[in-house]
């Protein structure tokens, strides 16, 4: 996609998270690279009205231009895009499921083989850094080390893919299982998969090329 093609799919995502309820108001952001930078949403604006024109363009070195200042949380966007060269799109919501599990500062277990999908046994959740610093940015690079997403220590969760397509379907797995890991607690536990049934799924995920498009 060139840079106008990018700006209206980040316009159709952010109104996709909104209607889905992975984010709410004015919560959240998403970002896509384009060249060599990215194009990320703007900061205080909710899903409804937004378009490409308020899409803010910046270099990875932090540099914006346009009329509006980027998403405040600017900083882990470009700190993933610089870190991990495979991730073309990167969404932060507050979805319910993840944020709650998240304020609990709960990893996700492997109590689900879908759990594969965000890259490893589980799905991490990041020390507290106060939202738009660095030390938060450094806090979500540690926890996706390996992984494809994390949940954000009382903040929310982040999923990174090749492109927003990849991200908006990994974001919605990811808020499903936090709701069905939140049920298992709540009905006293579930049971974990064990290495080799994991082996076993990720054997069976690569001979049937799951997930790919």
Known sequence: MNENQLRGELARVAKKLDAQGL????????SVRCGDGMLITPSG???????????VLMSLSGEASGRLK?????????DIYAARPEFGAVIHTHSVAATTLACMRRDIPPFHYMILMAGGD??????YATFGTQALSDAVL???RDRRACLMA???MIAAGKNLA????????????AEQYLRALQAGGP??????????????????????A
Not at 166 to 177: G, I, P
Not at 193 to 203: G, I, K, N, S
């Open 23 to 30: 984010n709410r108001g004015s919560s959240g952001n998403l």
């Open 166 to 177: 990849d991200a908006f379907k990994l974001a919605v797995e990811v808020e499903t299982l």
């Open 70 to 78: 980027p998403s405040s949380e600017w900083l882990f966007h470009r």
């Open 142 to 144: 540690e926890a996706m």
């Open 45 to 55: 604006m909710g899903a409804e009205g937004l378009t490409g024109d308020h899409m």
């Open 191 to 212: 049971v974990l998969l064990t290495d080799e049934e994991l082996r076993d799924a990720q054997r069976q995920f690569a001979e049937l090329r799951y997930g790919e």
């Open 154 to 156: 009382n903040h929310g």
């Open 122 to 127: 589980s799905i991490r959740c990041s020390g």
